[in-house]
């Protein structure tokens, strides 16, 4: 599918569209869709940057944004860290908050003419997004969380990554490749000999992040790198072809295949929550 090219960034991150691009880009499709990564900023250990989901984040929607002719929003870079609290550095807003500036810029997007938005959710500590999503689903608006477990598991493969996304839980070998990748100049020595597991995190949730460790790493960092970061964002940008079809069907056909998605959603919820 043709895509709208590499679009240049301010400072990295933001897009430097004008309202002519974006009215150009849309000219032909019965659906804009709208890709609005979501990360965080929260510790990630002593050798990657607080903003290491924010910047995970918009390297996967970068990608999406080079293969499909969506309008790519800049991040939202303080989300739901709340387990992260033990560390210095951290900040996080609130649920409810990250629920209310989902809504509205959906609200805003559909008044300027672009239907569907996809959340790109970095921080697997947003669980609120996942609701965001079924609640404008059963309102009859178009959205999607991006990537689900399934996709993260397909690029996993697909790039060579061997440790599991169990184990893979925070500031491991998934992004510190990525970063390795798409923003190398941001990652200090350390990750090299930071290994540490805690595959157990039942209470994760009630005692936070510091209960299980004390670098604030969970994974394999040690086997990151640039080519499986690559690897995975190009698996990433492929599965993101299911989901833009379906927010651009018709009315009808997208009906049957959100709920359909709806399952899936709640059946691997619990699996998307810990990740990042």
């Given amino acids: 599918m043709s895509g709208s090219g590499i679009r240049a960034a301010a400072y990295g991150l933001l897009p430097v569209d004008t309202t002519r691009d974006v009215r150009k880009r849309g000219a032909d499709l019965s659906t804009q869709v709208a890709v609005l990564p979501v990360g965080s900023f929260e510790q990630h250990g002593p050798y990657l940057p607080l903003a290491t989901d924010?910047?995970?984040?918009?390297?996967?929607?970068?990608?999406?944004?080079?293969?499909?002719?969506?309008?790519?929003?800049?991040?939202?870079?303080?989300?739901?860290?709340?387990?992260?609290?033990?560390?210095?550095?951290?900040?996080?807003?609130?649920?409810?908050?990250?629920?209310?500036?989902?809504r509205d810029i959906a609200a805003s997007l559909?008044?300027?003419?672009?239907?569907?938005?996809?959340?790109v959710n970095g921080h697997g500590g947003n669980y609120v997004l996942g609701n965001a999503v079924q609640e404008s689903s059963a309102r009859g608006e178009r959205m999607a969380l991006f990537p689900a477990p399934e996709d993260w598991e397909a690029a996993r493969e697909r790039s060579g990554v061997s440790t599991s996304l169990l184990t893979d839980m925070h500031a491991g070998e998934i992004?510190?490749?990525?970063?390795?990748?798409?923003?190398?100049?941001?990652?200090?020595?350390?990750?090299?000999?930071?290994?540490?597991?805690?595959d157990d995190r039942r209470h994760l949730l009630t005692l936070g992040m510091s209960a299980y460790t004390d670098s604030g790493v969970i994974g394999r960092?040690?086997?990151?790198?640039?080519?499986?970061?690559?690897?995975?964002?190009?698996?990433?940008?492929?599965?993101?072809?299911?989901?833009?079809?379906?927010?651009?069907?018709?009315?009808?056909?997208?009906?049957?295949?959100?709920?359909?998605?709806?399952?899936?959603?709640?059946?691997?919820?619990?699996?998307?929550?810990?990740?990042?």
């Fill in 54 to 102: 924010t910047l995970v984040a918009c390297a996967i929607a970068q990608e999406i944004a080079a293969a499909y002719p969506v309008h790519l929003l800049p991040p939202v870079t303080i989300a739901c860290s709340h387990e992260h609290a033990a560390w210095p550095g951290t900040v996080s807003i609130s649920s409810v908050t990250l629920h209310s500036v989902v």
């Fill in 175 to 198: 992004e510190t490749s990525i970063l390795l990748h798409a923003h190398p100049e941001v990652v200090r020595p350390g990750y090299e000999s930071a290994d540490f597991t805690a």
């Fill in 110 to 119: 559909r008044r300027s003419g672009v239907e569907a938005l996809v959340l």
């Fill in 221 to 276: 960092p040690s086997l990151g790198s640039a080519e499986k970061g690559k690897e995975l964002l190009a698996s990433l940008a492929d599965s993101f072809g299911a989901y833009f079809s379906i927010l651009t069907a018709p009315a009808a056909a997208a009906g049957s295949a959100g709920a359909e998605a709806t399952e899936t959603t709640e059946a691997t919820e619990a699996m998307e929550g810990e990740r990042g």
